[in-house]
């Protein structure tokens, strides 16, 4: 590199402020102006005005950088400091805020403040995850979803940490860290990421009867949602409600979401991850924007004693469901998420959720997983937040009065007056401090606790297989089919294949037809069932828990991929937008290119996306429409029939207007288009079409298929 003399920067003139350097080069362009109008003077973190955010303090204009700029050294500080250790399960996530109103009052079974009259609002904080990928992972990863609810209720926060799976993979808190240890990347490899289709998980699965059930719930359609707000939720846990009369009643909570179940199909995860990665957070965020707010119902199942003892499953095992044929969900409650986050790291990354958060009138049961977990959700919060003083920020701080005598810590924030630190004191008025609730306090429920003291696993936990048969026979034909496909495709991943055959050994104490299935799509002769721990007991289905028996007809929140090509009927286009939307659906416009197609009447109709960026993946149904100058150019592009067959292959219903011949034949669709593959040209067309669009996909199509 040529070295300039030293001569040459001695003739760099003195640099008055009006004609600084700055001014002509490395200053940004226009744009970049001195604070006025608009624009507040930028400032150091402690507040002093900043001279240049461009250049760095120097001896000389080409000299070294002077340790003196601490504007330079504070604001790269900072920048090296900037991440916090991400969790170590759930690290990709995302949340909004939001209010529950409650439908009723409760005050029969629960002294729970937030319960007490029909229409108490109280704000809340959702933060929705994937639990094995990092932070940069897909999110339509086959995974089960986090669904964690901070309410701040007048008697403190009230965090419901549950999943959108009824049930768990253990039934102790000691086994989590091999759980999660077994489905993160493998430790020697640094991979896969986001998946559970590699050796060690199943592994463990295999290794771990007790984890059966919750498998099956993860290779059905349930671990790739369509949208987080189309998913359920659950507690999965046993809780209690208590009542002022010191009584209990057993509790589990379900979210019932207000747009319906919806799920993608596997090969459209796979592809929409590639697509758009960031799919579901962008959905969400959309909606919110849009104001189409997001709703979940919530439910309780209340049980007591007799229930609990006379049910053929412990209620403490978090592997285990309580159908609800057997115990309805009574719904008390709707949440709508209302407002998205201002800062997402402040927020979403930094919100603490903590199983042991739970306002007077709900209290624990003996669940042995929900006992572990109450330890650990105060240690990771010290871990990944870096003070005990974490519940001071404002997205985990309470909103009721907080008063007690913890004093200090890292990041202090809170103006502790008084004279009086500690209880009991002498002292009066500001400087006595707080006194304890008494009975109005957090009473722990009475429960009498006898037996020994040992390491073991209750015999009513030993039945492994029963309720995984019970969720098996309660699906649906197509759902069953996914499942038996979602097993094959993980279980071939693996390349150890004593795995696969422990997996299936063990899954032939299910359904034989599942096991059968599963065995013939890897190429391998069945195995001989595994020994169950207990015998597998005979249950009625339930159908409540199937996805698709239980889908809502409705296009609500949904959206269809409109692909216009030059030429198309300008009345068409708007019949079918109009149309679309006054069903509560949206309507993208994709064209060959971004800046838009030109319709029948000259008008230009703006692209929201380019084919190319948009593939059919990324919407719940499709439509094209063209006319004769564009019919050519839609079949000619690559990614207009990859659109098409997609669509197609992913059971989706397709609407299909004029100059759409070539684009089928070029897709390799000609004489196979089928029922949902309907015209939108006219007024009856389209009436037809959105009437379809609100019910299913087309499984026909991969039945036959
Ligand atoms: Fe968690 N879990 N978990 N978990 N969990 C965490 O807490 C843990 C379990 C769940 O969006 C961690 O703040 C143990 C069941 C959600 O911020 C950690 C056990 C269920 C979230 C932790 C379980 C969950 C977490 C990691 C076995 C469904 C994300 C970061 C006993 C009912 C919350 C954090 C968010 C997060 C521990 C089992 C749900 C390490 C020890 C069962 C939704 O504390």
Redo the contacts with the bound molecule.
Sequence with gaps: MATKKPAARAKTKKTATSASPRDEIGNGGELHQRAGGDSPPMTTAQGAPVEDDNNSLRAGDRGPTLMADHAFREKIFHFDHERIPE????AR?YGAHGVFEAYESLADITRASIFATKGKKTETFV?F?TVAGNLGSPDLARDVR???TKFYTDEGNWDL???NMPV?FIQD?VK?PDLVHSVKEEPDRGFPQAQSAHDTFWDFASLMPESTHMTLWQMSDRAIPRSLRMMEGF???TFRFINAAGVSSFVKFHWKPVLGMQSVVWNEAVKINGADPDFHRRDLFDAISAGDLPAWELGVQVFDDAFADSFEFDVLD?TKLIPEELIPVRPIGKMTLNRLVDNVFAEIEQ???MTQNVPPGIDFSNDP?LQ??NF??LD??LK?LGSTNFSQLPVNAPKCPVAHFQRDGHMQTSPQAGRAAYEPNSFTGADRGPREAGPEGQVPFAAEVSGETRRIRAASFADHYSQARQFWISQTPVEQDHIVASYAFELGKCEVPAIRERMVANLRNVDEALASGIADKLGMPLPAASKPAAPVVQTEPSPALSLLGNAKETFQGRKLGLLVGDGAKATAVKRLTKAVEKAGGTVEVIAVKVGGATLSDGSLLAAKQAVAGAPSVLYDTVAVLAGVEGEQALADEPPARDFLTDAFAHFKVIGLGSGTDALVAAAGLTGKLDDACLAVDTAKDTTAYVARIAGPRHWERDLTA
């Design positions: 969790r170590v399960v759930h996530g933060r995850s986090g669904f964690a940490v549950g999943n768990f808190a989590f507690g999965v846990h978090a919100v603490a959720f997983l572990g977990r650990s959700y990771t919060q990944r």
